[in-house]
């Protein structure tokens, strides 16, 4: 049952939008002649779509109440000599400012880190050395103070 | 599309973007100064634009920048507040201003598509296989947009004139 009403309703709304889309090619001199024969044939005869025609028609009349306006002449001119004067070639250096600042900072990054993981290498082999130097410092005064005792 | 093709596409373009700014904004100068803002903001992404797109983006930019135009000057698009029971009795050019004001509120609540299918099938006199090459819409869509917009376009106005549009004609 439910579904039955459904159906009939979206049965309608078709319906009514291919009224809706009928009226509105004839009145936009997009209907065919066979199209224009039914329009023409059902306003004579059918009250409600006769009246939907004329809900059609009134907006139709309104909007071409205002027609387009003359153009100035030299209008196309005036706006490509704003548009010249607004977009004129920026100079050299702030065209490619963002791309220079952007190189300069990869360069920059680039030298940091290059440099911070070289002083990290420098830096453990130095304290390798430094170890090693103590131990080699350290055994050569055991060795001396043995060396001392032994004798 | 290529910057090259900048000035055709201003030569094409100027006359009819105008004369729809003008449904939007009424001045004359106003509508050189929001055309301008458009072709300028067109200028540079116009290489992002594809040919075929052209037309609906102009359109849809003057529409925004019109409204935003106003706004920024915060100047209301206002329906005429009149008695349209006399409006037989009016002079052709009062007429005509009553008219262009009631167009101008009308478009500007208008979705920006659908006050481009207006312009172009109304005030341009296109066909719908015209309107179809020039936006890229399908022709049922463009229909099927425009049975829309003329509804809607209707019911903007009654709400204005107690549900009698036949008052103001």
């Not at chain 1, 003359?70 to 704003?82: A, G, K, Q, Y």
Request: with cysteine; net charge neutral.
């Amino acid at each position: 049952m439910i579904w039955e009403s459904f159906y009939k309703l979206l049965l309608n709304l078709g319906g009514s939008m291919k009224v809706e889309r009928l009226i509105n090619r004839y009145l936009d001199g997009e209907a065919n002649p066979q199209e224009r024969k039914e329009v023409e044939e059902r306003l004579a005869k059918d009250q409600e779509f006769a009246s939907l025609f004329n809900r059609f028609e009134e907006v139709e009349k309104l909007l071409q109440k205002v027609e387009n306006n003359l153009v100035p002449e030299d209008i196309t001119r005036r706006v490509l000599n704003s548009v010249k004067y607004q977009t004129k070639p920026r100079p050299f250096f702030i065209r490619y400012a963002p791309a220079l600042v952007g190189s300069l900072m990869s360069f920059a990054l680039g030298i940091f880190f290059t440099t911070s993981v070289f002083t990290t290498q420098d830096d453990n082999l130095a304290n390798q050395n430094t170890y090693s130097t103590d131990l080699y410092s350290t055994l050569e005064i055991e060795d001396v103070i043995n060396y001392y005792y032994d004798n | 599309m290529k910057r090259d093709n900048f000035e055709r596409v201003v030569k094409d373009f100027t006359p009819k973007l105008y004369n729809y700014i003008l449904k939007f904004v009424g001045q004359r100068e106003d509508a050189e100064d929001v055309l301008q803002s458009v072709f300028i903001a067109f200028y540079d992404k116009m290489e992002g634009v594809d040919t075929d797109k052209v037309s609906p983006y102009l359109y849809r930019a003057c529409h925004n920048n019109s409204l935003d135009y106003l706004k920024k000057r915060k100047r209301e698009i206002s329906f005429p507040n009149l008695d349209f029971s006399n409006i037989a009795d009016l002079g052709s050019e009062e007429k005509e201003d009553i008219y262009k004001d009631i167009i101008k509120y009308a478009m500007a609540e208008l979705p920006a598509k659908m006050s481009l299918l207006i312009e172009l099938k109304i005030y341009q006199k296109k066909s719908y296989k015209e309107i179809s090459e020039e936006t890229g819409y399908s022709i049922k869509a463009i229909e099927s947009q425009l049975v829309r917009a003329k509804k809607k376009l209707r019911k903007i106005i009654e709400k204005r004139v107690k549900d009698d549009l036949g008052i103001i004609l």
